[in-house]
């Protein structure tokens, strides 16, 4: 495998979970300050360097990776109830 190959997987993958722990809640009002902070400090650097890296693929596999961020939300939310 090529280097910007496994960057980009890592990239997508702190995407990935970085949009996972701004969106979960917890209830519990100091452990989601603190995940949320977690799921900023993740989100945000691999945001740009999809973006500047890898141009149109990293805003394709940006926007399909908080989908698919967003579809396991609402699937273990209904899966708890």
Do not use: Q
Not at 42 to 49: A, D, N, V
């Amino acid at each position: 495998m090529e280097t910007k190959t496994v960057l980009l997987l890592f990239f997508v993958l702190f995407n990935i979970s970085g949009a996972i722990l701004i969106l979960i809640r917890t209830g519990d009002y100091d452990a989601d300050l603190f995940t949320k902070i977690l799921g900023w400090l993740l989100y945000i650097p691999s945001l740009f360097s999809l973006f500047y890296y890898y141009n149109w693929m990293g805003l394709f596999l940006f926007v399909l990776a908080n989908f698919a961020a967003f579809i396991g939300k609402v699937y273990f939310e209904k899966k708890g109830d």
